[in-house]
């Protein structure tokens, strides 16, 4: 996707399934990515305020919660002739899952009079969201107006557009323009709203908004960006929530706003795992939302097979090009399967009754024991996905020479997460008197053996577990962040796990800000490189967390404090990804095409707050670790433990007050 949007630069605001992005200074112009969209559609693609055809002056703007931004600007022509601005354009904007309110206020401060025209101009081209991600530019639709309705139609898709000031004048081509006359008193202003309005003609909801839902845990800590980070991610999650259509009671976490605002296995079951301290709702919404979509046939176009679980679902009008992108419901997945198997087994030993969920289990488990060696992946007809890990980019799968890998590909991650997925359905088999048990553990017993034999490679440093296999069976040796992910998947020794620990905390991954993807030492290092060289909080996450699980606190706490540390920079919204350089040697800049909010990105300081307090599915109790001393004194309200809700403080010394 080389002409891929950027939107580093853009501001957004969210309110699943619907997103919203503009410039820093509230114009939202007709420019790559920029839109209000709807459900994967663009509703909105221009939508500008202009003072006697002059764009304002931005003096800033601010993020008022998930869903809301505040833009203000100055108007220089007007007012009073002193250096300073006298008159301004404040804008409140705030989306809804299928409304965009624009609160525009025309201020004036002066000692004078003033008499001007404001004009609002906007257009729709009611485009997927897979036609401008490419780099596309498509055609407007154009408005109609009537009764002082202003309307966009293009097929099933409709934008409508009221006002509660009526304009002066409208003028209607490709974009609609609006027009205000007005005279200000000294020290006045006149406030109007814009209403825009999303739907679709035809019933073809996959995924819908899903009913009041409001987190309720709180965080304080010594260290206010932790807290803040925390809070933010918590509204941020709150707001990527949808339900599934068929069953609105089943809520799952979208992945990310704007080009993964949908169900995306991975993803969707990684956010829920992090979360599961705070309850298991959210986890049952997503295991049974892909539970219903769980593969029944072998389907290379798809990439579906029996058991198997979906990794994106998207909704794509039926008047759209159904060809465009990926298939709508797409399988190439190598880890979605055992990761929501993993995850039924956590919600399980946080009290949830999974008791409904035993037969997609079997048949989730039956599609892991499948293979015979190791999971491995190969896009069958070259429509889908080359790489099918969460490292799913071309070129994210290359040895130490950067030589890519050749397919079909196992991935160390995803035999871990088998293994570990194996032993996961065994218990649960087991404690509801179901067979299989048995076959579950000799599998992994058998996978234990196979890898320590063909993964572990050896450098200038010593022996590490390598980042893969590829066709010949060949071990893929670069140095890479996926060796943190099978921390605490039982497959590792703890000699094992602490040649890891060595690795994960040593310059080469550690960036002073998290875990870099790809060794900082690699002749193909991209600090801005998608899964070669990047940031990622997730990945550091899943580390921090198997580090403390493995008895390794001290490298879990120094990678904590570098996310921590990087949403600071980030004003407490970590993105998706951002750039690898050292801390001390270079910038902090996030990927130019990075989602911001970004669900497990949100989710990811859940999972550092956990690692801090030792609370784990298993233990139910809390164990905090002396390495994250800097955050302590630190309270948890509203951790679920022993199946009532409960506030958890640590004191400066560590003590534990569970109340």
Same mark, same amino acid.
């Given at each position: ?409 196992? #991935? ?102 998290? #875990? ?144």
């Amino acid at each position: 996707m080389h002409n891929q949007p950027f939107l580093h630069e853009l501001v957004t605001a969210v309110a699943a399934p619907a997103t919203v992005l503009s410039a820093p200074d509230g114009q939202l112009r007709r420019d790559g990515a920029q839109g209000w969209l709807v459900a994967d559609v663009r509703h909105v693609a221009e939508l500008t305020v202009v003072v006697d055809d002059r764009e304002p002056v931005t003096l800033g703007h601010r993020q008022e919660g998930p869903d809301g931004l505040r833009f203000v600007a100055a108007v220089r022509h007007l007012g009073d002739e002193i250096t300073e601005p006298t008159v301004r354009v404040e804008r409140r904007r705030r989306t809804r899952p299928d409304t965009l309110e624009e609160t525009v206020a025309l201020v004036n401060d002066s000692r004078r009079e003033i008499t001007t025209t404001v004009s609002v101009r906007l257009a729709a081209d009611l485009a997927p969201v897979l036609a401008f991600r490419v780099g596309q530019r498509p055609a407007l639709v154009s408005p109609t107006r009537a009764n002082g309705l202003t309307e966009w139609v293009s097929g099933s898709r409709v934008t409508r557009l009221t006002s509660d000031r009526a304009p002066d004048d409208v003028v209607l081509d490709e974009h609609a323009r609006l027009d205000w006359r007005l005279t200000l008193a000294p020290r006045s202003r006149v406030t109007w709203t814009l209403t825009l309005t999303a739907s679709s003609a035809s019933d073809d909801a996959v995924f819908t908004a899903p009913a009041d839902v409001r987190a309720t845990a709180n965080l304080t800590s010594v260290n206010q960006d932790l807290e803040k980070l925390f809070h933010t991610g918590l509204a941020d999650l709150d707001h990527l929530l949808l339900a599934d259509a068929a069953a609105p009671d089943d809520v799952f976490a979208a992945a990310g706003a704007p080009w993964y605002l949908t169900l995306f296995g991975r993803d969707s079951l990684w956010t829920a795992r992090f979360a599961l301290p705070l309850g298991t709702d959210l986890a049952m919404g997503t295991l049974r939302t892909l539970a219903r979509r769980q593969g029944t046939k072998h389907d290379p176009e798809t990439a579906e097979e029996p058991g198997k679980i979906a990794h994106e679902i998207r909704r794509v009008p039926s008047d759209v090009d159904q060809t465009m992108g990926l298939p709508p419901v797409y399988y190439g997945t190598i880890d979605a399967t055992p990761l929501w198997i993993s995850l039924l087994h956590d919600a399980w030993r946080w009290g949830a009754d999974v008791s409904d969920l035993l037969d997609p289990l079997r048949r989730a488990l039956g599609w892991v024991l499948s293979h015979d060696g190791f999971l491995s992946y190969r896009d069958e007809l070259g429509r889908g996905l080359a790489n099918q890990g969460w490292k799913d980019s071309i070129d994210s799968i290359q040895d130490g020479a950067g030589n890519l890998a050749e397919a079909p590909v196992a #991935l160390s991650e995803a035999q871990a997460y088998a293994h570990r997925a194996a032993l996961d359905a065994a218990t649960v088999l087991d404690a509801f008197g179901l067979p299989g048990a048995a076959e579950a553990r000799a599998w992994a017993e058998r996978m234990n053996g196979r890898f320590r034999e063909a993964f572990w490679v050896r450098d200038e440093e010593g022996p590490f577990p390598a980042l893969a296999l590829d066709a010949q069976g060949r071990p893929v040796d670069a140095l890479a962040s996926n060796m943190g992910h099978l921390l605490g998947s039982g497959l590792l020794t703890g000699d094992e796990a602490a040649l890891v620990a060595s690795r994960l905390g040593s310059g080469r991954l550690d960036s002073g800000y998290g #875990l870099r993807t790809f060794d900082g030492t690699h002749p193909y290092f991209n600090p801005v490189g998608y899964h070669t060289g990047s940031v990622w909080p997730h990945d550091t996450a899943i580390a921090v967390d198997g580090l403390a699980r493995e008895g390794h606190p001290e490298v879990a706490a120094a990678l904590a404090a570098g996310v921590v540390r990087a949403g600071a920079h980030f004003d407490h919204r970590l993105p998706e990804l951002y750039g690898g350089w050292a801390a001390d040697d270079g910038p902090l800049v996030a990927y130019p095409s990075t989602c911001r909010p970004q669900a497990w990105s949100a989710a990811s300081v859940f999972a550092l707050v956990w690692a801090a307090l030792g609370l784990t599915p298993d233990a139910r109790e809390v164990r905090p670790s002396p390495a994250f001393a800097s955050w302590f004194p630190l309270t948890v309200d509203g951790v679920v433990l022993g199946g009532r809700r409960v506030r958890v403080t640590v004191d400066a010394a560590g003590s534990v007050t569970v109340s």
